[in-house]
T-cell receptor, first 113, second 118 residues
Framework: AQSVTQPDIHITVSEGASLELRCNYSYGATPYLFWYVQSPGQGLQLLLKYFSGDTLVQGIKGFEAEFKRSQSSFNLRKPSVHWSDAAEYFCAVGAVQGGKLIFGQGTELSVKP | EAEVAQSPRYKITEKSQAVAFWCDPISGHATLYWYRQILGQGPELLVQFQDESVVDDSQLPKDRFSAERLKGVDSTLKIQPAELGDSAMYLC????????????????FGPGTRLTVL
């Protein structure tokens, strides 16, 4: 069965510091992987996605993620965090031919001034 | 930029009452999804439509929840009767028609409806 684990429930970083949010997945075939961000009381905004090809994926707002098949991971990174990045981040895995996304529990990011 | 529209944004109701949520997907998107997000958790699929047909409703509590997408465009999700445990964010998403070999198409989410059941 498909599953997604985000080991860190809450992370606090200082503004300007680098960020890495962890995501591990379980899926029996080639995974299709996504990172979404959710501000309080809002819907989800797509940051980036991986379907195939280059394992380092660039997204919006300066985010990137690296797919590592051997580690079943798809970690999200940003070299320098801004206060506006404070939000909840969700990793998700999808099926090949469309269908539902399986989400992790989310990681809440706080940014210290 | 086209967006998924949802209404109402907030709904407060009493236990045993009926509630309904509306979603208008991005124009031309054939696939529509309803997710439920309980506070502190990730969204979970309730029902998926391909055009007007239900593709997956395996997690929809059918004794009290119903969903329809009559003309294959907008959709309504109904709960009757509402229970305390239904308090959550209800998110609608849409994606283009799946293309063979292209993998999961990106799902675009609306702002959600926050339901509080008292």
């Amino acid at each position: 069965a498909q599953s997604v684990t985000q080991p860190d429930i809450h992370i606090t970083v200082s503004e300007g510091a680098s960020l890495e949010l962890r995501c591990n997945y379980s899926y029996g075939a080639t995974p299709y992987l996504f990172w979404y961000v959710q501000s309080p009381g809002q819907g989800l905004q797509l940051l980036l996605k991986y379907f195939s090809g280059d394992t380092l994926v660039q997204g919006i707002k300066g985010f990137e993620a690296e797919f590592k098949r051997s580690q079943s991971s798809f970690n999200l990174r940003k070299p320098s965090v801004h206060w506006s990045d404070a939000a909840e981040y969700f990793c998700a895995v999808g099926a090949v031919q469309g269908g539902k996304l399986i989400f992790g529990q989310g990681t809440e990011l706080s940014v210290k001034p | 930029e086209a967006e998924v529209a949802q209404s109402p944004r907030y709904k407060i109701t009493e236990k045993s009452q009926a509630v309904a949520f509306w979603c208008d997907p991005i124009s031309g998107h054939a696939t529509l999804y309803w997710y439920r997000q309980i506070l502190g958790q990730g969204p979970e699929l309730l029902v998926q439509f391909q055009d007007e047909s239900v593709v997956d409703d395996s997690q929809l509590p059918k004794d009290r929840f119903s969903a329809e997408r009559l003309k294959g465009v907008d959709s309504t999700l109904k709960i009757q009767p509402a229970e305390l445990g239904d308090s959550a964010m209800y998110l609608c998403a849409s994606s283009p028609r799946p293309t063979s070999g292209k993998g999961t198409d990106t799902q675009y989410f609306g702002p959600g409806t926050r339901l509080t059941v008292l």
